[in-house]
């Protein structure tokens, strides 16, 4: 039952700029479970797993007449995710190794994913991606009352300062993946819908590396427990993608509607909001 919770969640989420990673962190600590234990941390990259698969068969037509038209379009499309991921992977790991040998260099073989259960780190994550969420939808509303238009497609400078960006994002619950990406890349004059299909199609080349490296993590952590411990916390990240999967294809018939509805800003009053609500979850305890 609480596999099946955290997938819904995830599956509702996971289109929406609103960090889903940080919703299912919040739920986990009001079950009671530990978001920051590799079995935790493993189910929530496979519930990412489970929504992506369902993001790519959703996706998938609207993919192929954009980036599989022709072998020129695919050739650029790869060459601009290859450049976005290996800044992501670049930054990422960056700040990650960096948090782990200084605020983290006093606990004994500690790891990034300690920090994913503390709220007090979550909720300045999701007031942070809110006020980038906010200044992306002013600036695109601006642009457009003075009858400018964003230029549509993606250079190479475009795709390396949103991997980038999503590098920024990896260490921290609550800094909405998609949230960040799409928002730099309205900053930068990009279409929001070239935006959103480019950060989607960057979320399903990371995901697969993103779960090895949690799989690895549970083997390490559950080596002295043997097979029969690490099936114990494996089988239920499965049966959580599986889940994800469903609830993220009947969630992505509505709200990919309401997404293109032009109110961008609404999600970063979401955050905002979001961010109050798991500072005071914080101040009681959670």
């Given amino acids: 039952m609480q596999v099946l919770i955290l997938a819904v969640v995830q599956g509702l989420a996971e289109l929406l700029p609103v960090s889903s990673s940080a919703h299912v962190v919040v739920v986990e600590k009001l079950l009671g479970l530990d978001p920051s234990s590799p079995p935790a941390t493993l189910l929530l990259v496979m519930l990412h797993a489970g929504t992506m698969f369902a993001v790519v068969v959703y996706f998938w037509r609207q993919w192929r007449d954009t980036y599989f038209q022709s072998t020129t379009a695919f050739k650029r499309f790869a060459a601009l995710i290859v450049l976005a991921t290996a800044l992501t992977g670049l930054i990422g790991e960056t700040i990650i190794k960096a948090i782990e040998r200084t605020f983290l260099r006093s ?4 790891e990034i994913e300690d920090l994913f259960s503390h709220l007090e780190l979550v909720a300045p994550a999701l007031a942070l991606v809110g006020v980038l969420i906010l200044l992306a939808a002013l600036i695109e509303r601006r642009k457009s009352t003075v009858g400018f238009t964003a230029a549509g497609d993606l250079s190479a400078r475009d795709a390396a300062i949103i991997g980038a960006v999503q590098g920024l994002c990896l260490p ?20 929001r819908s070239r935006a959103e299909m480019f950060s989607f199609a960057l979320a399903v080349v990371l995901t697969p590396v993103v779960v090895v490296r949690e799989v690895m993590r549970l083997v390490h952590a559950e080596h002295t427990g043997g097979l029969a411990a690490f099936a114990a916390g494996a089988f239920p990240s499965m049966l959580g993608a599986a889940f994800a999967f469903i609830a993220g294809l009947i969630a992505l018939n509505w709200l990919s509607r309401w997404l293109e509805s032009g109110r961008w800003y609404l999600f970063g009053i979401y955050c905002l909001v979001a961010a109050a609500g798991v500072g005071y979850l914080h101040h009681l305890g959670y």
């Fill in 107 to 110: 606990i004994p073989h500690a």
């Fill in 172 to 191: 921290f619950r609550g800094f909405s993946r998609s949230g960040a990406t799409i928002s730099t890349g309205m900053l930068l004059g990009v279409a």
